[in-house]
């Protein structure tokens, strides 16, 4: 799987914040992180200059570089960085560097900033950047990281920033004998594959939360031919799964007419789990969907530990959450 395919660590919809920057003169250190694309508006200035849809930094007068420091919302292994230019074209860094921490709890701006509190690791070294584009850089992936330090030289406007990664499971952050949706992305859940998401990708199935929109979920195209849609989860953590939910929130004239979940405990198979047979064993069998309702079964088919799941969806349509409540193992 290429690294640009997996879950933006840094995302605000994850909880990704960046804490403080040693200056935002001409545009705001929150825009790094918006989940859009950055835009252009002609003619559009503030009282500090030139409208720009990112981060950006006055001219340096004086020796050193311009950085600032980024909360993940989600800790995990990172794997490679899209460092976005779009628009700064006279006025993009001429390199970066990113470095990571693994710190616990929530520090403090001042706890980050002070290098005797707080040890970074460097993930990124000093590379170039093209103005007006994508710099992507893959990297060997990371142990867990929960905090970056993204520097730029000397100056300059960068539009966004995608840490693209793992998530990690804590399991100091689940109560001993409590339920876990093993699924969710807040908890390291990650959907591997899956045979088509043309309406809407694949991970916002497992985003926090009710969806927001039609769009806000996993969606296919209109199926033509023979046969099904499918999706694989790779679970948080391995797990005795008990309880499942189907949110079919907002597909109301697209929802698929019924779904059926599987499930695989194997932690060293092939990734993508594509493969009909292969050691799946039906969780729920082959059940009738609403539109527009949430549906939640208790009444499961195994109680047996599971690392994978795999839902299966008749025909093709669009499919807003999945949860799958169970307990670590």
């Not at 809407?200 to 926090?208: A, M, Y």
Request: with cysteine.
């Amino acid at each position: 799987m290429a690294f640009t395919d997996l879950v933006d660590l840094a995302s605000e919809r994850l909880g990704g914040a960046v804490l403080v920057a040693n200056d935002e003169f001409f545009a705001p250190k929150e825009a790094l992180l918006k989940p859009s694309a950055a835009e252009w508006r002609e003619g559009a200035y503030t009282e500090r200059g030139k409208w720009m849809d990112g981060w950006e930094t006055r001219r340096r007068r004086s020796p050193g570089h311009d950085w600032c420091i980024v909360q993940l919302g989600i800790p995990g292994s990172i794997h490679g960085f899209v460092v976005d230019t779009s628009f700064f074209r006279g006025n993009y860094p001429e390199s970066c560097r990113i470095e990571g921490c693994s710190v616990a709890g929530m520090p403090t701006p001042e706890a980050l900033t002070d290098d005797a509190r707080t040890t970074w690791t460097p993930l990124l070294e000093q590379s170039p950047l093209t103005g007006d584009s994508r710099n992507e850089f893959a990297i060997a992936p990371s142990p867990r990281v929960t905090h970056l330090r993204f520097s730029i030289f000397p100056d300059g406007g960068v539009a966004r920033l995608r840490v693209l990664g793992v998530p990690a499971f804590d399991p100091g952050c689940v109560r001993a004998g409590s339920e876990v949706d093993v699924a969710a992305m807040e908890h390291g859940g990650l959907v591997l594959s899956c045979s088509d998401m043309f309406f809407g990708h694949r991970h916002n199935l497992v985003l926090p939360g009710r969806s927001t929109h039609m769009g806000d979920g996993w969606e296919t195209r209109r199926r033509r031919g023979a046969g099904h849609d499918w999706i694989v989860v790779r679970l948080a953590t391995r797990a005795v799964l008990h309880r499942v939910e189907v949110d079919t929130d907002h597909f109301k004239g697209n929802a698929p007419g019924s779904c059926m979940l599987e499930t695989c405990d194997d932690a060293h198979a092939a990734s993508t789990f594509e493969t009909p047979g292969a050691g799946w064993s039906p969780l729920l069998q082959e059940t009738p969907l609403q539109p527009h309702a949430r549906h939640r079964w208790e009444a499961l088919a195994h109680a047996t530990p599971a690392t994978h799941a795999r839902l299966s969806i008749y025909p093709d349509g669009g499919i807003a959450r999945l949860r799958l409540y169970g307990m670590p193992v």
